[in-house]
C-alpha cells in the first residue's frame, strides 16, 4: 500500500484548539463499519447507542508533563520531551527523549531545566538522546510534575502570555488517567465525564480498562512512501486480569467489546486468544494495524479524527475500510466537525 492513499486535504481551521466544555458536549459521528447512512450525534449521547452487557475498554494512562525547556552549558536553548526509562544497560538514571535545539549537545554536556532539574548527555538511540537525568535525589517523575509542561501536539498554539498551561494541565487529561508514562493522551477519552460514565454503568454498560503509555510510536510521522516499509515504536502496556475476565465474560453473553480509542484497539489485539478473548500480560506492543489486519477482539471503535497519512488513520481505516472512513471524513469535513486531539468523535459500530 501506498501511504499516499491515507491523505486528505484537511483546512487549518476544522483543527480544534480548544476542547469542547463540557468533554461530552463534543460533536459524535456515529455509523455502521461497512455501510449506512452516518448519524450526527453529541458524545454525552453515547448511552443510548450501547446495549445493556456492551463492555467499554478505556486507557488509564496518564500523561507526563514532559517537556522540559533547558538551557546547554554554552547558553544555547535546547528543548527535550522525556519519553521513558532506558533500559538498565544504559545506567540507572537515564531516559530516552527527542530534542531539539539549533545545535545537538555532545556526549557529556550537561543541560540545565530548573526546579532543581538537570540533565547529561551520556549517548544516541537512533533519533532519540539518552539523558541521564539528576533531581538531586528527587523522584524524577516528581521532577517532571514542577519543571515539565504538558506536551501538547505542535498543531495545538499556544503561548507563554496566553496563560492556559493550568487549563491544559486538566484538559489534556482524561478523567480515569491514573498510570504515569504517556507523552500524548489517548484523545479518544478525553470526551468522557464522570457523569457520562455514571451513566453508561446506569444503562448497564461494563467498563474496563488497560494501560498503554502513548510514546513516539502513536505520534511518530510516517516517512516512508509504502506502508509496509514503516516501523512503529513499541509502547509499554499493561493489560490485567479484570480486563481479561470482563472480555471474556462479554464473549460468553453475546456482548460488544468496543475499544475506546487506537491505544485500546492495539493492546487488546496484541494480547488476542484466537477465540475473541486476551490474555492478560505487560510488555512492549509494535502492533502496526493496517488494512488486511483480522480483527479477533474489537468489535466497535470509539476514536478521533486523525492526521492525514498517519497510523492512527491507518488502523481506523483497517477496521471499517478505507474508501468507507474517508468518505465519512469528508462527511465530518462538510458539517464542520473539529479534529485532533481536542476535536469531535466517531463511533464506528
Known amino acids: ?3 499516499a492513499e491515507f491523505d486528505f486535504s484537511l483546512p487549518d481551521t476544522a483543527i480544534a484548539q480548544r476542547p469542547a466544555e463540557p468533554r461530552d458536549a463534543s460533536r459524535l459521528l456515529v455509523a455502521g463499519r461497512f455501510a449506512g447512512e452516518p448519524r450526527h450525534l453529541q458524545f454525552r449521547d453515547l448511552p443510548t447507542l450501547l446495549r445493556a452487557g456492551d463492555l467499554v475498554v478505556l486507557n488509564d494512562t496518564r500523561v507526563v508533563p514532559a517537556r522540559l525547556l533547558g538551557r546547554r552549558a554554552t547558553g544555547g536553548r535546547f528543548e527535550v520531551l522525556v519519553i521513558e526509562p532506558a533500559e538498565a544497560a ?10 531539539g535545539g539549533s545545535r545537538k549537545p555532545e556526549v557529556g554536556e550537561s543541560i540545565t531545566f530548573g ?4 540533565g547529561r548527555m551520556v549517548g544516541r538511540e537512533g533519533e532519540l538522546f539518552l539523558i541521564r537525568l539528576d533531581a538531586a535525589g528527587a523522584p524524577i517523575p516528581e521532577a517532571l510534575e514542577r519543571a515539565g509542561r504538558m506536551p501538547l501536539p505542535p498543531y495545538i498554539r499556544r503561548r507563554p502570555e496566553d496563560g492556559l498551561e493550568p487549563s491544559d494541565r486538566r484538559s489534556y487529561q482524561t478523567v480515569f488517567a491514573r498510570h504515569d508514562g504517556s507523552i500524548a493522551a489517548p484523545t479518544a477519552g478525553l470526551h468522557f465525564t464522570p457523569e457520562l460514565l455514571n451513566g453508561l454503568r446506569g444503562a448497564g454498560v461494563e467498563i474496563a480498562q488497560i494501560t498503554l503509555h502513548v510514546g513516539i510510536g502513536t505520534f511518530r510521522p510516517v516517512r516512508v512512501e509504502r506502508v509496509e516499509d514503516h516501523h512503529l515504536f513499541p509502547e509499554r502496556y499493561v493489560l ?6 470482563a472480555v471474556a465474560q462479554a464473549r460468553r453473553r453475546g456482548a460488544r467489546v468496543i475499544a475506546v480509542g487506537t491505544t485500546v484497539v492495539r493492546t487488546l489485539e496484541t494480547c488476542a486468544a484466537d477465540d475473541g478473548t486476551v490474555v492478560p500480560g505487560r510488555g512492549a506492543s509494535g502492533l502496526f494495524v493496517v488494512p488486511g489486519f483480522r480483527f479477533r477482539v474489537v468489535d466497535g471503535l470509539i476514536t478521533n479524527f486523525h492526521l492525514p497519512r498517519s497510523t492512527l488513520l491507518m488502523l481506523v481505516a483497517a477496521f471499517a475500510g478505507r474508501e468507507r472512513v474517508l468518505a465519512l471524513y469528508r462527511e465530518a469535513l462538510q458539517r464542520g466537525y473539529r479534529f485532533y486531539s481536542y476535536g ?6
Open 115 to 118: 526546579e532543581g532539574l538537570t
Open 344 to 349: 469531535d468523535a466517531m463511533f464506528l459500530e
Open 90 to 99: 544504559a545506567g540507572d538514571g537515564v531516559w530516552r527523549c527527542l530534542g
Open 240 to 245: 490485567g486480569e479484570d480486563c481479561a475476565r
Open 1 to 3: 500500500m501506498n501511504v
